[in-house]
């Protein structure tokens, strides 16, 4: 199912720091695949994750972990920004300011995400004219990501940012039913 995300104020205000110095040097999208790549790592490993996370280890040595493991991959900016947030105490954030300075570029460039939820997988031809539907509504560019739930029997539920819209044949026949048991008389 989609997911539902809730962005802590800490997490966009670092990643809007970073978008703005990103944005300086033209680096935006670049810093983006940098971020995307740290983030993979992160989520890939639950250890390393409890490592950036925990307040028992000092400021230095994980200093030291993160150059050694990100210093020859990362650029100049994102390894000063990982310094920034290891001084700030905030790499066990790094994940979720990683997908708020995702989203923050995402605006910036003009996309909105959408979830679509459809009862069977879509064809690349549905897909691709869903996507252009919902672009013309909404005046942006939709990045849409498919979910298949069969309970929904046909039709699709579009999500976009916290908006539900449900055309659902579930949802129409559960409404039909109301409104039948409603009109029935007592």
Not at 104 to 128: F, N, W, Y
Not at 153 to 172: E, F, M
């Amino acid at each position: 199912m989609p997911k539902t995300q809730h962005t802590s104020p800490y997490a966009v205000a670092y990643a809007q720091s970073l978008l703005e110095l990103a944005n300086e040097s033209n680096r935006a999208e670049p810093i983006a695949q940098e971020l995307r790549a740290i983030r993979e790592i992160v989520t890939g490993s639950e250890t390393f994750r409890m490592y950036l996370a925990d307040p028992g280890i000092g400021e230095q040595e994980r200093g030291e972990t993160m150059k050694r493991i990100f210093g020859s991959q990362a650029s100049e900016l994102v390894l000063h920004f990982l310094g920034v947030l290891n001084a700030h105490r905030r790499l066990g954030g790094l994940v979720e300011i990683a997908d708020a300075y995702d989203d923050l570029l995402d605006q910036q460039l003009g996309k909105i995400e959408v979830d679509v939820t459809v009862a069977q997988k879509l064809s690349p031809e549905q897909l691709e004219q869903v996507r252009k539907s919902v672009s013309s509504a909404l005046k942006k560019d939709a990045v849409i990501h498919q979910y298949v739930d069969d309970r929904i029997i046909g039709g699709l539920i579009l999500r976009v940012q916290d908006q539900l819209i449900d055309a659902s044949v579930k949802t129409q026949l559960d409404t039909l039913k109301k409104q039948m048991l409603a009109a029935a008389p007592r």
